[in-house]
């Protein structure tokens, strides 16, 4: 549930992966198709950077996971915005 698998992201870790100051400017990327929920294989819109990984979660879940995300994620990027009001 927690890969970082990115090649763009993968040649710049030159930092050490417990540096956790440097973690939320390394991954960040825009979330594309590709990016799925970790929760229910939908679209992911919105990546929570945890110490223990990252996670990805669509709209609903995300939604639905939110308050907790907000105490334990080092890092949130919410790209829920996108989606569009019809879903
Ligand atoms: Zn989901």
């Known amino acids: 549930m927690s890969q ?3 090649p763009d ?9 417990e540096s956790e100051v440097t973690v939320a400017g ?10 799925r929920c970790d929760a229910c294989g ?4 919105v990546r929570a950077v945890l110490t223990s990984g ?3 979660l669509c709209g609903h879940h995300a939604r639905a ?8 994620a080092l890092y949130i ?7 569009s009001p019809a879903q």
């Open 4 to 6: 970082i698998s990115a």
């Open 9 to 17: 992201i993968a040649a710049e870790a030159t930092v050490p992966a």
């Open 26 to 35: 390394t991954i960040e990327r825009p979330l594309t198709t590709a990016d």
């Open 42 to 45: 939908a679209q992911a819109f």
């Open 54 to 56: 990252q996670l990805l």
């Open 65 to 72: 996971h939110m308050p907790a995300l907000k105490r334990q």
């Open 77 to 83: 990027q919410d790209e829920t915005a996108t989606l």
